[in-house]
């Protein structure tokens, strides 16, 4: 059973905390205060609820009992899973449809103010693809990209674009146990169909099956999301940005946005820039217009545009408890439907503004890529509009921290090979001399269930210390970024043989990698450490780790198992979601781990996932014939030698500390 949180602890933000002290002074309801007075259904907690008929809902909650159809606990709590990551595969995936078709309109010339900012993007996307690139307009070639990737969410037959992008031995394996993804769309309905009453009975043919319609999401919808965010938007390369509660404006219109994509936000940033608008803020008595983030909105804009961020998914309802928010703009995913209740005791407007996604007693305006910087406009002038209407007191907790986002695998690949040629030799060398220990990815959301932030800061603090490299996206990464570890300066915290490279290369210990769908980043960054040589021939070769510890939502559940599926071992935190059924739960860890070498694990308790995760990383060095890792190799004896290496350019640096250029 997961530990409750006290009140004092429900969240290790002292931002959070303070405005939580007022919800509780003031009697008004926040996520926090639900959760404590709920406690989770403790039958569909651990898998033994079936509702997929109205024979039931039937719950198997003794020895042996069966469902009314018959079906086993096995059978009821793989289908559950199962259609937990079609869900979470399905909201990814939709999200990056959408891309497509946004880029298939600017492609057209029928999306004002959009444009392809990234065209160097658009032909290396345009090659994946096996479109042809030489002599042809930028359009013209956005076009067949976008209709390419609209093909990937729809086609019945074949395989997805991308799963070429994976290292020759991972797409043999998919190939061989048939979970070589067709499109989205067909694996999604193949998930519904085989768990709807009286189709698929076998847990293991299920869960394999889940296999294939997570791949459809890491290798399809959420990297076409990514790559065609990036090619609309830009890819990412570092800046500096600020975080948490305190990016809010006492004397200036604040306008949050909240949710996951990046269309629409992206006009609201061009648009709160401008003068005219600006103009029109300062006739309503306010000093500007403020914009900044919550969850993957966030995300989104923070690595492209250094938008500041309010705060990670448990902050949504505390930043409207300021009293400071003109408007909350939310799109889709993640967003609590509290928002309406507690916007109508403040001043803020809530605008909805998906057409797939209304909030009973939300402003809705709705977004039309084809008048995208009509309605950013609107917007904004809506939010200005509001200001004089504040009423009483505006309560911005005073604290904010600086971090530096933008970790893309382009960018990544750069940083480390200098600035002649990227090249991720520098990296994968410092994992065989045992420099860096290996990777871990600590991803996902924040869940009330524990307390807000502190398993995602705990483990990435532990995981530098032992000089494990880690790869961020979603709300962990923001966890971290309000406590300063998304900085250069985190180095401080990090073991001996991690921090020379980080000197070396002005790599920071910590890299923030963007939203939830560019978790398909890290997929990239993982084959290119394959194809790179010296770790392997496969992803599951590596030396590396995934964890959410605070995951809530259905989409974590299909990041989690695409990952397992291209062979990293995965572990996540709270309680397990088939708990209730050993046979499944050593399906997915034992079962999962011999047939694609990687297991989705579930333990609630922090300590115990560090431990597994350096062991698991040991495992695989061990695996690879690597050295032992042995932190008293590096650092103190390497002192003077990177004393007089921290004033080399990377590049420079890089080619004295490896004896080679990257
Ligand atoms: Fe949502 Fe993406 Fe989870 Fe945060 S991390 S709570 S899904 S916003 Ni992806
Ligand atoms: Fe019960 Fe079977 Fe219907 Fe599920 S499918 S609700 S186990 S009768």
Not at 433 to 439: F, N, Q, V
């Amino acid at each position: 059973m997961p530990k409750r949180p006290e009140s004092s602890r429900a969240t290790v933000d002292p931002a959070a905390a303070e405005l939580l002290s007022v919800a509780e002074a003031e009697g008004i309801p926040t996520v926090f205060s639900r959760a404590s007075g709920m406690a989770p259904c403790p039958i569909g907690e651990v898998g033994q609820c079936c509702k997929n008929c109205h024979m039931g809902p039937c719950r198997l909650v003794k020895p042996g009992q069966r469902g009314v159809c018959g079906a086993t606990l096995e059978t009821v709590a793989a289908r559950n899973l199962a259609r937990a990551i079609a869900a979470g595969a399905a909201a990814h995936s939709d999200h990056g449809l959408d891309m497509a078709f946004t880029l298939q309109a600017v492609a057209k010339g029928e999306a004002p103010g959009y444009e392809v900012r990234d065209p160097h993007k658009l032909r290396n996307v345009a090659r994946l693809m096996d479109i042809p690139v030489d002599g042809r307009s930028i359009n013209d070639l956005a076009l067949d990209v976008a209709e390419r990737a609209i093909e990937d969410f729809r086609q019945m037959r074949g395989e997805l674009t991308y799963v070429r992008r994976a290292p020759a031995k991972r797409q043999e394996i998919w190939r061989k146990l048939g979970i070589s993804p067709r499109s989205v769309t067909r694996e999604i309905v193949e998930t519904l169909h085989r768990t709807h009453i009286g189709t698929d009975q076998d847990a293991e043919h299920i869960l394999r099956h889940a296999l294939r319609t997570a791949l459809s999401d890491g290798w399809g919808g959420s990297m076409l999301a990514t790559d065609l965010s990036d090619i609309l938007f830009g890819t990412p390369s570092p800046s500096v940005a600020q975080i948490n509660l305190g990016v809010l404006r006492e004397d200036e219109v604040n306008i949050v946005i909240h949710g996951h994509e990046p269309t629409l936000s992206e006009m609201i940033v061009a648009a709160a820039q401008e003068p005219e608008l600006i103009e029109y803020a300062r006739s309503k008595g306010a000093a500007g217009i403020n914009l900044c983030g919550i969850c993957c909105t966030a995300n989104e804009i923070l690595m492209r545009q250094g938008v500041a961020v309010a705060g990670n998914f448990l902050s949504q309802e505390l930043a409207l408890l300021t009293g400071a928010v003109e408007a909350m703009v939310v799109d889709v995913q993640c967003i609590m439907q509290a928002l309406g209740d507690l916007s109508a005791r403040f001043h803020t407007k809530l605008i909805t503004t998906s057409p797939k996604a209304h909030i009973t007693g939300a402003t809705r305006v709705e977004f039309d890529e084809h008048r995208a910087p009509e309605i950013a406009r609107q917007i904004v002038r809506m939010a200005v509009d509001n200001f004089p209407r504040r009423n009483g007191h505006v309560r911005i907790p005073q604290i904010t921290n600086d971090l530096v986002p933008g970790f893309s695998h382009e960018y990544i690949n750069y940083m480390l090979g200098g600035s002649f040629r990227g090249s991720f030799r520098p990296l994968n060398d410092a994992v065989i001399a045992g420099r860096i220990r290996g990777a871990a990815g600590v991803v996902g959301c924040n869940n009330p269930r524990t307390p807000h932030d502190e398993a995602h800061l705990y483990l990435v603090r532990e995981f530098i210390k032992n000089d494990v490299l880690v790869v961020m996206t979603g709300c962990g990464a923001l966890a971290n970024a309000k406590v300063g570890m998304l900085l250069g300066e985190a180095m401080e915290y990090a073991g001996p043989g991690l921090r020379e490279v980080c000197e070396a290369t002005g790599m920071p210990p910590v890299l923030h990698m963007g939203s939830c769908v560019d978790n398909s980043r890290i997929l990239t960054v993982l084959t290119q450490m394959v194809t790179e040589g010296g770790l392997g021939e496969d992803i599951s070769d590596l030396p590396v780790v995934g964890f959410a510890p605070e995951w809530m939502s259905e989409k974590a559940l299909s990041i989690g198992t695409y990952f397992v599926a291209s062979g990293v071992h995965t572990i996540f935190g709270l309680t397990s979601p088939v708990g209730a059924s050993q046979e499944v739960t050593r399906l997915i860890v034992e079962g999962w781990g011999s047939l694609v070498g990687g297991g989705l694990e579930f333990e609630s308790d922090p300590e115990q996932m560090l431990a597994k995760g350096l062991a698991h990383i040991d495992a695989k060095r061990a695996m690879l014939n690597l050295s032992p890792y042995n932190p008293s190799r590096f650092g103190q004896s390497g002192d003077w030698r990177m004393a007089g290496l921290m004033n080399l350019p990377p590049e420079e640096g890089a080619k004295a500390l490896y004896g080679k250029p990257g």
